[in-house]
Protein backbone atom coordinates (compact mmCIF):
# COMPACT_ATOMS: atom_id res chain seq x y z
CA UNK A 1 0.00 0.00 0.00
CA UNK A 2 2.49 2.16 0.84
CA UNK A 3 4.51 1.50 -2.18
CA UNK A 4 1.42 2.20 -4.30
CA UNK A 5 0.58 5.57 -2.47
CA UNK A 6 4.42 6.47 -3.16
CA UNK A 7 4.04 6.38 -6.87
CA UNK A 8 0.88 7.53 -6.83
CA UNK A 9 2.17 10.66 -5.88
CA UNK A 10 5.62 10.58 -7.60
CA UNK A 11 2.38 10.43 -10.75
CA UNK A 12 1.05 12.94 -9.70
CA UNK A 13 4.46 15.48 -9.03
CA UNK A 14 5.27 14.15 -12.70
CA UNK A 15 1.84 15.41 -13.94
CA UNK A 16 1.45 18.60 -12.39
CA UNK A 17 5.45 19.59 -13.27
CA UNK A 18 4.82 18.40 -16.91
CA UNK A 19 1.48 20.73 -17.03
CA UNK A 20 3.60 23.33 -15.26
CA UNK A 21 6.16 23.23 -17.48
CA UNK A 22 3.95 23.01 -20.53
CA UNK A 23 2.55 26.21 -19.63
CA UNK A 24 5.37 28.01 -18.88
CA UNK A 25 6.13 27.16 -23.11
CA UNK A 26 2.67 28.39 -24.24
CA UNK A 27 3.45 31.39 -21.51
CA UNK A 28 6.74 32.17 -23.67
CA UNK A 29 5.36 31.92 -27.18
CA UNK A 30 3.52 35.27 -27.19
CA UNK A 31 5.58 36.79 -24.97
CA UNK A 32 8.74 35.67 -27.24
CA UNK A 33 6.43 36.84 -30.08
CA UNK A 34 5.99 40.23 -28.41
CA UNK A 35 9.57 40.81 -27.59
CA UNK A 36 10.33 39.71 -31.40
CA UNK A 37 7.66 42.13 -32.79
CA UNK A 38 9.72 44.71 -30.83
CA UNK A 39 13.14 43.93 -31.92
CA UNK A 40 12.26 44.35 -35.72
CA UNK A 41 10.30 47.37 -34.91
CA UNK A 42 13.34 48.71 -33.38
CA UNK A 43 15.51 47.79 -36.10
CA UNK A 44 13.44 48.97 -38.58
CA UNK A 45 13.70 52.21 -37.05
CA UNK A 46 17.20 52.32 -36.29
CA UNK A 47 17.88 51.60 -39.99
CA UNK A 48 15.26 54.19 -41.04
CA UNK A 49 17.50 56.44 -40.28
CA UNK A 50 20.82 54.93 -40.80
CA UNK A 51 20.64 54.02 -44.28
CA UNK A 52 21.62 56.24 -46.85
CA UNK A 53 18.88 58.08 -48.74
CA UNK A 54 18.25 59.02 -52.79
CA UNK A 55 18.82 62.46 -52.86
CA UNK A 56 18.00 62.91 -56.59
CA UNK A 57 15.06 62.72 -58.14
CA UNK A 58 13.81 61.19 -61.93
CA UNK A 59 14.84 63.29 -64.63
CA UNK A 60 16.58 66.19 -62.91
CA UNK A 61 19.36 68.23 -65.25
CA UNK A 62 21.62 70.28 -63.68
CA UNK A 63 21.37 74.31 -62.52
CA UNK A 64 23.98 76.51 -63.00
CA UNK A 65 24.58 79.76 -62.00
CA UNK A 66 24.06 81.28 -65.57
CA UNK A 67 20.64 80.54 -65.30
CA UNK A 68 20.14 82.14 -61.57
CA UNK A 69 19.96 85.59 -60.71
CA UNK A 70 23.15 87.10 -58.32
CA UNK A 71 22.04 86.88 -54.76
CA UNK A 72 21.61 84.95 -51.58
CA UNK A 73 19.13 82.84 -51.33
CA UNK A 74 17.51 79.98 -48.58
CA UNK A 75 17.76 76.65 -50.52
CA UNK A 76 16.67 72.97 -49.70
CA UNK A 77 19.87 70.69 -49.29
CA UNK A 78 19.89 67.14 -48.86
CA UNK A 79 22.50 64.15 -48.33
CA UNK A 80 22.35 60.67 -48.68
CA UNK A 81 23.42 59.79 -45.29
CA UNK A 82 20.88 60.78 -42.52
CA UNK A 83 23.99 61.16 -40.13
CA UNK A 84 25.39 64.12 -42.42
CA UNK A 85 21.65 65.90 -42.60
CA UNK A 86 21.49 69.37 -43.96
CA UNK A 87 19.74 71.03 -41.76
CA UNK A 88 19.40 74.48 -43.49
CA UNK A 89 21.44 76.08 -46.21
CA UNK A 90 22.05 79.54 -47.91
CA UNK A 91 23.14 79.27 -51.90
CA UNK A 92 25.04 82.41 -52.30
CA UNK A 93 25.46 83.34 -56.86
CA UNK A 94 27.97 85.74 -57.69
CA UNK A 95 29.67 86.85 -61.27
CA UNK A 96 28.84 83.17 -62.58
CA UNK A 97 29.75 81.11 -59.13
CA UNK A 98 28.05 79.73 -56.77
CA UNK A 99 28.54 78.44 -53.11
CA UNK A 100 26.54 77.42 -49.96
CA UNK A 101 26.86 77.71 -46.34
CA UNK A 102 25.64 74.13 -45.04
CA UNK A 103 24.34 73.55 -41.25
CA UNK A 104 25.04 70.40 -39.78
CA UNK A 105 22.98 69.78 -36.58
CA UNK A 106 25.94 68.09 -34.55
CA UNK A 107 30.12 68.61 -33.60
CA UNK A 108 30.91 64.98 -35.44
CA UNK A 109 32.48 66.50 -38.51
CA UNK A 110 35.35 68.41 -38.40
CA UNK A 111 36.31 68.61 -42.27
CA UNK A 112 34.12 68.27 -45.59
CA UNK A 113 36.27 67.83 -48.82
CA UNK A 114 34.25 68.33 -52.42
CA UNK A 115 35.21 64.96 -54.18
CA UNK A 116 35.41 61.89 -53.08
CA UNK A 117 36.95 60.13 -49.63
CA UNK A 118 39.97 58.35 -51.31
CA UNK A 119 40.64 61.74 -53.15
CA UNK A 120 40.03 63.44 -49.88
CA UNK A 121 43.11 60.98 -47.69
CA UNK A 122 45.45 61.91 -50.72
CA UNK A 123 45.00 65.90 -51.00
CA UNK A 124 46.99 68.16 -49.20
CA UNK A 125 45.45 69.41 -45.69
CA UNK A 126 44.55 73.26 -47.60
CA UNK A 127 42.62 71.75 -49.81
CA UNK A 128 40.20 70.43 -46.72
CA UNK A 129 37.04 72.90 -45.68
CA UNK A 130 36.96 73.47 -41.76
CA UNK A 131 33.53 75.00 -40.27
CA UNK A 132 32.56 77.34 -37.82
CA UNK A 133 30.52 76.92 -34.90
CA UNK A 134 26.71 77.90 -34.20
CA UNK A 135 24.57 76.97 -31.38
CA UNK A 136 25.96 73.36 -31.66
CA UNK A 137 26.23 73.04 -35.02
CA UNK A 138 28.53 72.90 -37.58
CA UNK A 139 28.53 75.19 -40.43
CA UNK A 140 30.61 74.94 -43.98
CA UNK A 141 31.12 76.92 -46.57
CA UNK A 142 31.11 74.92 -49.84
CA UNK A 143 31.67 75.35 -53.64
CA UNK A 144 28.63 74.57 -55.67
CA UNK A 145 29.13 73.59 -59.35
CA UNK A 146 25.06 73.33 -59.83
CA UNK A 147 22.02 72.71 -57.97
CA UNK A 148 19.79 69.80 -59.25
CA UNK A 149 23.01 67.42 -59.04
CA UNK A 150 24.60 64.74 -56.60
CA UNK A 151 27.74 66.47 -55.69
CA UNK A 152 30.41 64.41 -54.16
CA UNK A 153 31.25 65.66 -50.53
CA UNK A 154 33.89 63.63 -48.34
CA UNK A 155 33.28 64.29 -44.80
CA UNK A 156 35.96 63.56 -41.79
CA UNK A 157 34.77 62.24 -38.74
CA UNK A 158 36.16 63.63 -35.46
CA UNK A 159 35.47 60.22 -33.68
CA UNK A 160 36.08 57.83 -35.63
CA UNK A 161 39.13 60.39 -37.46
CA UNK A 162 38.09 59.00 -40.92
CA UNK A 163 36.70 60.26 -44.65
CA UNK A 164 33.53 59.09 -45.48
CA UNK A 165 31.74 59.23 -49.15
CA UNK A 166 28.55 61.27 -49.25
CA UNK A 167 26.21 63.05 -51.77
CA UNK A 168 24.66 66.32 -51.46
CA UNK A 169 22.50 67.78 -53.68
CA UNK A 170 20.80 71.32 -53.66
CA UNK A 171 16.82 71.48 -55.71
CA UNK A 172 16.81 74.30 -57.26
CA UNK A 173 12.80 74.38 -57.50
CA UNK A 174 13.37 75.64 -53.71
CA UNK A 175 14.70 79.18 -54.83
CA UNK A 176 12.42 81.80 -54.68
CA UNK A 177 10.53 82.67 -58.10
CA UNK A 178 12.30 85.38 -59.18
CA UNK A 179 16.16 83.44 -58.08
CA UNK A 180 15.62 81.66 -61.67
CA UNK A 181 15.51 83.07 -64.63
CA UNK A 182 14.05 79.72 -66.62
CA UNK A 183 11.40 77.66 -65.57
CA UNK A 184 12.31 74.06 -64.48
CA UNK A 185 9.89 71.25 -64.76
CA UNK A 186 8.07 69.74 -61.80
CA UNK A 187 10.22 66.75 -61.38
CA UNK A 188 7.86 65.20 -58.62
CA UNK A 189 5.24 64.85 -60.89
CA UNK A 190 7.54 63.17 -63.91
CA UNK A 191 8.60 60.64 -61.11
CA UNK A 192 5.25 59.75 -60.13
CA UNK A 193 3.83 59.29 -63.65
CA UNK A 194 6.49 57.07 -64.14
CA UNK A 195 6.14 55.05 -61.24
CA UNK A 196 2.27 54.66 -61.70
CA UNK A 197 2.37 53.77 -65.21
CA UNK A 198 6.51 52.49 -65.85
CA UNK A 199 5.58 49.12 -65.34
CA UNK A 200 2.50 48.60 -67.57
CA UNK A 201 3.74 51.33 -70.29
CA UNK A 202 6.13 52.37 -72.55
CA UNK A 203 7.98 54.61 -69.61
CA UNK A 204 11.26 53.27 -68.16
CA UNK A 205 10.96 52.55 -64.66
CA UNK A 206 14.31 54.40 -62.83
CA UNK A 207 17.11 51.87 -62.21
CA UNK A 208 16.86 52.75 -58.19
CA UNK A 209 12.92 51.17 -58.14
CA UNK A 210 13.99 47.98 -60.36
CA UNK A 211 13.26 45.06 -59.10
CA UNK A 212 16.22 42.22 -59.70
CA UNK A 213 13.97 39.32 -59.83
CA UNK A 214 15.10 35.68 -59.89
CA UNK A 215 17.37 35.79 -61.83
CA UNK A 216 21.32 34.99 -61.37
CA UNK A 217 23.82 37.11 -60.40
CA UNK A 218 24.89 39.23 -63.66
CA UNK A 219 28.41 40.57 -62.72
CA UNK A 220 27.98 43.46 -65.93
CA UNK A 221 25.16 44.86 -64.41
CA UNK A 222 26.30 44.43 -60.59
CA UNK A 223 26.09 47.63 -58.20
CA UNK A 224 29.73 48.95 -57.96
CA UNK A 225 29.39 49.44 -54.06
CA UNK A 226 33.27 52.01 -54.64
CA UNK A 227 36.17 51.73 -54.32
CA UNK A 228 37.27 48.51 -52.60
CA UNK A 229 39.24 48.75 -49.33
CA UNK A 230 43.33 48.75 -48.82
CA UNK A 231 45.55 46.84 -47.22
CA UNK A 232 44.72 43.93 -44.31
CA UNK A 233 41.26 44.94 -42.92
CA UNK A 234 41.64 45.70 -38.93
CA UNK A 235 38.36 44.67 -37.12
CA UNK A 236 37.02 47.97 -35.16
CA UNK A 237 37.31 47.97 -31.62
CA UNK A 238 34.10 47.21 -29.22
CA UNK A 239 33.15 48.94 -25.97
CA UNK A 240 31.58 45.17 -25.13
CA UNK A 241 32.63 41.83 -22.95
CA UNK A 242 34.13 39.09 -25.12
CA UNK A 243 31.63 36.84 -26.46
CA UNK A 244 28.91 35.95 -28.81
CA UNK A 245 26.37 38.50 -29.89
CA UNK A 246 23.64 39.25 -32.30
CA UNK A 247 24.51 42.17 -35.18
CA UNK A 248 21.86 43.64 -38.17
CA UNK A 249 23.56 43.61 -41.69
CA UNK A 250 22.86 45.08 -44.47
CA UNK A 251 23.95 44.07 -48.31
CA UNK A 252 23.53 45.76 -51.52
CA UNK A 253 25.40 45.04 -54.49
CA UNK A 254 25.07 42.19 -57.25
CA UNK A 255 21.45 41.10 -58.88
CA UNK A 256 19.84 40.83 -55.32
CA UNK A 257 19.71 37.25 -55.37
CA UNK A 258 21.70 36.14 -52.98
CA UNK A 259 21.19 37.07 -49.21
CA UNK A 260 22.61 36.91 -46.02
CA UNK A 261 21.06 35.85 -42.86
CA UNK A 262 20.37 39.17 -40.20
CA UNK A 263 20.88 39.60 -37.52
CA UNK A 264 23.83 37.70 -37.95
CA UNK A 265 26.31 36.01 -35.11
CA UNK A 266 28.87 38.98 -33.89
CA UNK A 267 32.40 37.77 -32.18
CA UNK A 268 33.71 40.00 -30.21
CA UNK A 269 37.44 38.83 -29.49
CA UNK A 270 40.09 40.98 -27.43
CA UNK A 271 37.94 43.58 -27.66
CA UNK A 272 37.37 43.69 -31.74
CA UNK A 273 35.03 43.20 -33.77
CA UNK A 274 34.48 39.30 -36.33
CA UNK A 275 31.37 38.46 -37.92
CA UNK A 276 30.22 35.20 -38.79
CA UNK A 277 28.10 35.81 -42.08
CA UNK A 278 25.65 32.83 -43.74
CA UNK A 279 24.66 33.10 -47.35
CA UNK A 280 22.08 32.36 -48.71
CA UNK A 281 23.72 29.97 -51.03
CA UNK A 282 26.38 26.76 -50.76
CA UNK A 283 28.17 28.55 -54.00
CA UNK A 284 30.20 31.02 -52.28
CA UNK A 285 33.76 29.78 -52.21
CA UNK A 286 35.59 33.09 -50.87
CA UNK A 287 35.33 36.36 -49.85
CA UNK A 288 38.19 39.71 -50.36
CA UNK A 289 38.13 42.26 -47.88
CA UNK A 290 41.17 44.67 -49.02
CA UNK A 291 44.11 42.56 -49.50
CA UNK A 292 42.62 39.40 -47.31
CA UNK A 293 40.68 36.20 -48.55
CA UNK A 294 38.11 34.44 -46.26
CA UNK A 295 37.19 31.02 -47.22
CA UNK A 296 34.17 29.00 -46.66
CA UNK A 297 33.81 27.47 -43.32
CA UNK A 298 30.71 25.23 -43.97
CA UNK A 299 32.38 21.78 -45.39
CA UNK A 300 29.17 19.61 -45.28
CA UNK A 301 27.17 21.36 -48.31
CA UNK A 302 25.02 23.68 -46.74
CA UNK A 303 24.82 26.97 -47.34
CA UNK A 304 28.52 29.01 -47.49
CA UNK A 305 29.79 30.62 -44.24
CA UNK A 306 32.32 32.78 -43.61
CA UNK A 307 34.07 34.99 -40.85
CA UNK A 308 35.33 38.32 -41.45
CA UNK A 309 36.84 41.62 -39.52
CA UNK A 310 34.52 44.45 -38.90
CA UNK A 311 36.45 46.84 -40.37
CA UNK A 312 33.61 49.90 -39.68
CA UNK A 313 30.10 50.42 -38.01
CA UNK A 314 27.54 52.39 -39.24
CA UNK A 315 28.84 52.70 -42.61
CA UNK A 316 29.15 50.54 -45.60
CA UNK A 317 32.03 49.18 -47.00
CA UNK A 318 32.72 46.97 -50.08
CA UNK A 319 33.67 43.27 -50.42
CA UNK A 320 34.22 41.02 -53.15
CA UNK A 321 32.11 37.11 -52.94
CA UNK A 322 33.18 34.61 -55.26
CA UNK A 323 30.13 32.52 -56.58
CA UNK A 324 30.62 29.29 -58.96
CA UNK A 325 26.47 29.00 -59.24
CA UNK A 326 26.69 29.53 -62.73
CA UNK A 327 29.26 27.24 -63.37
CA UNK A 328 32.76 29.18 -64.01
CA UNK A 329 33.74 31.15 -61.03
CA UNK A 330 32.82 35.03 -60.89
CA UNK A 331 33.47 37.53 -58.57
CA UNK A 332 30.80 39.56 -57.68
CA UNK A 333 30.80 43.21 -55.81
CA UNK A 334 28.69 43.73 -53.10
CA UNK A 335 28.54 46.84 -50.04
CA UNK A 336 28.26 45.53 -46.70
CA UNK A 337 26.77 47.49 -43.34
CA UNK A 338 26.85 46.61 -40.08
CA UNK A 339 24.67 48.73 -37.24
CA UNK A 340 26.17 49.60 -33.57
CA UNK A 341 22.35 50.47 -32.26
CA UNK A 342 21.45 46.62 -33.52
CA UNK A 343 23.91 44.55 -31.47
CA UNK A 344 21.81 42.61 -29.25
CA UNK A 345 21.64 38.69 -27.49
CA UNK A 346 22.58 35.69 -29.61
CA UNK A 347 19.17 34.12 -29.33
CA UNK A 348 18.35 37.16 -31.64
CA UNK A 349 20.03 35.22 -34.16
CA UNK A 350 17.53 33.24 -36.26
CA UNK A 351 19.09 30.06 -36.26
CA UNK A 352 19.79 30.73 -32.29
CA UNK A 353 15.79 31.35 -31.92
CA UNK A 354 15.02 28.03 -33.95
CA UNK A 355 17.30 25.89 -31.68
CA UNK A 356 15.09 27.48 -28.79
CA UNK A 357 12.03 25.90 -29.78
CA UNK A 358 13.98 22.75 -30.49
CA UNK A 359 14.81 22.25 -26.97
CA UNK A 360 11.52 23.25 -25.83
CA UNK A 361 9.87 20.78 -28.29
CA UNK A 362 12.43 18.07 -27.10
CA UNK A 363 12.08 19.01 -22.98
CA UNK A 364 7.93 18.63 -23.93
CA UNK A 365 8.65 15.38 -25.76
CA UNK A 366 11.00 14.12 -22.81
CA UNK A 367 8.64 14.93 -19.68
CA UNK A 368 5.72 13.24 -21.83
CA UNK A 369 7.30 10.27 -21.94
CA UNK A 370 8.33 9.91 -18.08
CA UNK A 371 5.01 10.85 -17.45
CA UNK A 372 3.78 7.75 -20.16
CA UNK A 373 6.10 5.73 -18.07
CA UNK A 374 5.17 6.88 -14.77
CA UNK A 375 1.31 6.32 -15.52
CA UNK A 376 2.41 2.87 -17.00
CA UNK A 377 3.76 1.85 -13.70
CA UNK A 378 0.88 3.06 -11.49
CA UNK A 379 -1.32 0.90 -14.26
CA UNK A 380 0.89 -2.26 -13.30
CA UNK A 381 0.54 -1.48 -9.79
Known amino acids: MRSRSANSMKA ?25 AQYWENVQRIQSSIRSTRTARYGMTPVYA ?58 PESDWIGFREENGHTVFTIPVEALNKEIDCAAYSKARKKWYNRKILFDASSLPEEALQVTLPDYQLIEDAIMAYGQDGDLPVPTWEKDAGPQEEDPESSEDPGELLEGTPQPVELDYP ?29 GKAYAKLL ?9 IIGDTTYYNLTKDGGNSTFEIPIPILD ?67
Open 66 to 123: DVIKDGVYPVEGSSSSTYFRIAEAVLTVSEGRMSAEITIPSMSYLYVFMGTAAQARKA
Open 242 to 270: DGEYSIEVNMVGGSGRASISSPTLLIVRD
Open 279 to 287: WSSSHYDYM
Open 12 to 36: RSGMVLFVVLCFLALLACPVQAQED
Open 315 to 381: EGFPVIADTTAMGDPIEIRYELSFYYMTIGSKGEIPQEAAKKVLIIAAAVLVLGGILNYLLKRKRKV
